[in-house]
């Protein structure tokens, strides 16, 4: 599987400013996390997150962003920074892609 995505942060879309939640998760892994949405942008998301173990740039991760959670279907989305901005809460970029993704 090849996908072709951008690098750092440096979407071109318009952003959002959020004030909802959203849950994520690591692929096959049930555990979810709760985070805070800040903003959105056509193709991707930035939350705020408390946790021990920040995920790495690169990283595969699932969203779902608020509402009713339980009707609205997993988002892939890779993780384009993360970092701790004051003890264990984090702020975390994301940019949603689909496995359909041209090269």
Known sequence: MSVNLRTGNDRHDDRTRRAGYLVWRI???DRQQTGWLLETSQKGAAFAWRG???PPRNTLIETREDGDLKMKTWRNAIVRHSRVVHDNLCVIGV???SFNATC
Do not use: D, I, K, M
Request: glycine fraction near 12%; hydrophobic fraction near 10%; charged fraction near 20%.
């Open 27 to 29: 692929p096959g892994n």
């Open 95 to 97: 940019e949603h892609y």
């Open 52 to 54: 021990e173990t920040l």
